[in-house]
């Protein structure tokens, strides 16, 4: 059933396109909740408010953009809110100072040859060291595998500054790797 | 060495980071509640358009009568009735509710609370 379809039927109440529509979306929508809340004890009530936002406004879905942009956009709203009326905005994480992570990482590798588990680790930790709109794009680019142009509709911003963040996301990721994994090059044979 | 680390290798990596993390991972039974909480919405929006269609549709069909009516027997015939209403409006009104009430939990409540 194509996304139009799907959501026209969503809209007339059709019991089981709702579960399809569910199934469909539910790893984007709590991908975009943990990227941008964390770990939160409301990120289940949050995943549920976004389908209960989706279900009431799908008569509003046009089709102009992909639905899973749609309801990116949806959840990204939903977030923000919560983020304003928590007041849990961060604050620009930099990398280069923050050395409990370092010291953290560090101590956790204690000089033994990393693997890929702890490269995974390790990035998560320094992703999730990353603001908010970082982690968010970070995550649609890498994860949810969206374009600049999506991600730009998605969370709002303009698309030159979500390449930006792509970039300096990478960089700040890159120099996280080269200075804390000396033997990167044989675990990328891995991959 | 690393510092040389293409995009392509790093966008790799960070992929696999990202997916492998279990915070990225969807809560055992949230999918669930969420359905149930949906299709309990669902079927309520579906149960009152019902209602209303055919609520709808009863009172177009009244109203074609009514112009059958009105145009066999002339306009005076509408008058009449209407005026029969507003004498009787002590049983009409209490029967319509009656009516109505017995319609919307028959057709909508009893149907929603079985799916709760």
């Known amino acids: 059933m194509d996304d139009q379809t799907l959501i026209h039927k969503v809209a007339e109440g059709d019991v089981p396109s709702v579960r399809l529509l569910v199934e469909r979306h539910r790893n984007l929508i709590w991908h975009i909740i943990v990227s941008m809340t964390g770990r939160n004890k409301d990120n289940e009530d949050l995943f549920q408010d976004v389908f209960l936002k989706i279900f009431k406004n799908c008569r509003d879905f046009r089709g102009k953009s992909k639905l899973s942009t749609w309801i990116g956009a949806i959840t990204h709203h939903v977030c923000v809110d919560y983020l304003r009326r928590k007041k849990l905005e961060t604050t620009l994480w930099d990398y280069n100072n923050d050395l409990q992570l370092t010291r953290h990482i560090q101590a956790e590798l204690n000089g033994k040859k990393a693997e890929k588990e702890d490269i995974n680790r390790l990035l998560m930790a320094a992703i999730n060291k990353l603001p908010v709109d970082y982690h968010t794009v970070i995550t649609l680019y890498h994860l949810e595998e969206f374009s600049c142009h999506d991600i730009s509709e998605i969370t709002g911003m303009p698309e030159g500054t979500v390449k930006s963040y792509i970039s300096r996301g990478r960089s700040a990721l890159r120099e996280i790797l080269t200075a804390l994994v000396p033997d990167l090059a044989e675990i990328l044979s891995d991959y | ?116």
């Not at chain 2, 392509?8 to 669930?32: C, Q, S, W």
């Not at chain 2, 309520?44 to 009863?58: A, D, M, N, Q, Y």
């Not at chain 2, 009516?99 to 709760?116: N, P």
């Open chain 2, 1 to 116: 060495m690393m510092a040389n680390i293409e995009n392509g290798e790093l966008d790799k990596i960070i992929h696999g980071a990202l997916k492998t993390d279990y915070n990225f991972v969807l809560p055992d039974g949230l999918m669930e509640k969420t359905i149930k909480k949906l299709e309990k919405k669902a079927l309520l929006r579906r149960l009152i358009f019902e209602f209303c269609s055919k609520t709808g549709l009863v009172l177009l069909c009244l109203a074609v009568l009514a112009g059958v009516f009105a145009g066999i027997k002339g306009p005076d015939v509408l008058v009449q009735f209407f005026e029969k209403i507003a004498d009787h409006w002590q049983i009409i009104v209490p029967a319509i509710i009656a009516g109505l009430f017995t319609i919307i939990v028959d057709q909508i409540a009893l149907k929603y609370l079985s799916l709760s």
